[in-house]
């Protein structure tokens, strides 16, 4: 069979990023349903040049048995650091709702893959949280394309490991017009993607974290600390924590997060 092919959605503003130099390491593909995404590694790396105009690239599928014709729930899977939509899709194929899944491709290549925005050592550092906020940006945009151009039910639904957890974070912070769901896993919060001055803007949808306790990439702390600001300023936010689960998506985790986005599929009104 064919590999899915990649559509193109073009962004709305100049958000592209360029490619990061030098990381050590990268995240690993998402295994088939069933399985667990292995563990990834996020070290350091400079801060990119000036972005350029960005086309967010996607695989689509229909899950659950649904026509394609009819109007569908937006899920979208964003894949983390180093990994390709072709085999993040994994993550979901296959599931029992009905829903159209995106799954996007990073904005710059990194090492056979793909990834959303540069990396500096620090993970709350201003560099990084800003180049969240910019590929958050131009992901919001193409899902807005897409639900135009698509017979859609609802906000989309998203959901994403590591870079994609952090993105997953700062698109239903920032952009609620798009997002009625988000399930961050392995994700993180810098300063700069909390709301400025604590304003909330009160369509912020609900929000639960999945994380791994033992995970030293991207550590447990600074999420949990980041989730129980966000609740004190009135977001419903709550964390699912997995004892012994480094950085990675198990077999429980897959398991809940399936499960939660079903919900979230069948609440739509």
Do not use: N
Not at 1 to 29: D, F, G, I, Q, T
Not at 42 to 66: D, L, N, Q, S
Not at 83 to 112: M, N, Q, T, Y
Request: charged share 20%; net charge positive; proline share 9%.
């Amino acid at each position: 069979m064919r590999p899915p092919r990649l559509r193109r959605c073009s962004a709305l503003s100049a958000l592209a990023l360029a490619s990061l130099v030098s990381l050590a390491a990268c995240e690993r593909r998402a295994a088939p349903p069933g399985g667990g995404v292995a563990a990834s590694a996020e070290p350091g790396a400079p801060r990119a040049a000036a972005p350029a105009p960005a086309a967010v690239e996607y695989i689509e599928e229909i899950t659950g048995g649904a026509d394609r014709g009819e109007a569908l729930p937006l899920v979208v899977a964003i894949h983390g650091l180093g990994d390709r939509p072709e085999s993040f899709a994994g993550l979901l194929s296959g599931a029992d709702f009905k829903a159209r899944l995106i799954v996007p491709r990073g904005l710059a290549p990194h090492h056979g893959g793909y990834s959303w925005f540069p990396l500096q050592q620090a993970l709350g550092s201003d560099g990084v949280g800003q180049g969240i906020l910019r590929a958050a940006g131009a992901l919001a945009a193409a899902l807005e394309r897409i639900a135009a151009e698509r017979p859609t039910r609802g906000k989309a639904v998203v959901t994403g490991f590591s870079q994609g957890g952090a993105l997953s974070f700062a698109l239903a912070l920032h952009h609620p017009r798009v997002v009625g769901a988000a399930f961050p896993v392995g994700g993180w919060v810098p300063p700069a993607v909390l709301p400025a001055g604590g304003a909330v803007d009160p369509a912020t949808p609900a929000l639960v974290a999945l994380h791994g306790e033992a995970d030293r990439r991207v550590p447990l702390g600074p999420t949990r600390d980041a989730i129980a600001a966000l609740s004190a300023l009135g977001v419903k936010a709550s964390l699912q924590s997995y004892p012994d689960v480094g950085h990675t998506v198990s077999a429980e985790m897959r398991r809940d997060l399936v499960r939660l986005i079903r919900r979230a599929v069948d609440e739509m009104p």
